[in-house]
């Protein structure tokens, strides 16, 4: 089966990336509002929850008023029921920052998909399409064995990826094992022969903070304001639709599979202390992902006149790209 590799050719833009809570979009808008006086930028969210219409308030999704001060993209662009993948998000954002550019603004990528960054820095390996049937064979497996069996096969059969994941990953262990169900030959080893991109990527802020215990503070901070501000019913919602179940991807992300879970068992009671330890173990994978962008310039987060080094960095990087 002949699988064709794509290197993306990424126009000129600037990217700002940081884990989840850490402040990106004040950031974002802060370095839009400082630069607008010589280029009107325009945000493009690399974000794999952003995308979808309804889920709003467990994605911290941008105000309607912080999206009529700047433009933003590809946010609320899919129903929950449907599939939004890096190679689509390559493909948008390909097309959207040529548009930008050609409007003679500047293009700003923001967001802690890291995955989504890596498709659009190093290109997609060339992986074999989804097979709905040999994935509803291993969502058949994982109702009558467990998630666990799915690992321990993965153990078995690429062990290379089986230590990159996390045991309850089901989302990607599934697809791991759906490739080599397909395939024959290991997700790893698709990942092994992908060409390595000879240009540099463009420039990249990473927002990091010095201290874990503050962005954990700001986390438990974030989700107690969801759960006022309703995420219990937000969830609910989607619940008693009947085009939604729990285990499609938009119902996965962080916060979302917590309440499901919660509301379908009837376990509310420590909710919110559940979807904490999730969002922080995700920091933790967004932090991970962030050390192996040796190309970014970090910029602690957590320390006084954050937001002036981060404009000032925007301004230098600017004037370097070739906008014209």
Known sequence: MPFVFEMPVLPPCLCLVGPTACGKTEFALSIAKALESEKKVEIISVDSALVYR?????????????????????????????????????????????????????????????????????????????????????????????????YQELQRVDPVTAQRLAPNDSQRIQRALEVYHISGQAWSEFHRRQARPERPPPPILSLEPAQRSWLHERIAQRLQGMMHQGLVEEVRGFMQRADLHADLPAMRCVGYRQTWEALATNQLDGLTDRCIVATRQLAKRQMTWLRGMSSRQTLICDEGHALTRAMDWARRQMHLLPLS
Request: proline share 7%; hydrophobic share 40%; charged share 20%.
């Open 54 to 150: 309804g889920m709003d308030i467990g994605t911290a999704k941008p105000s309607a008023r912080e999206r009529a001060e700047v433009v933003h993209h590809l946010i609320d662009i899919m129903e929950p029921s449907q599939a939004y993948s890096a190679a689509c998000f390559v493909q948008d954002t390909l097309q959207l920052t040529h548009d930008i550019i050609v409007r003679g603004n500047l293009p700003l990528l923001v967001g802690g998909t890291m995955l989504y960054f890596k498709a659009l820095f190093d290109g997609l390996a060339p992986m074999p399409p989804a097979d709905p049937s040999v994935r509803e064979e291993l969502s058949r497996q994982i109702h009558r064995q467990g998630l666990a069996s799915l």
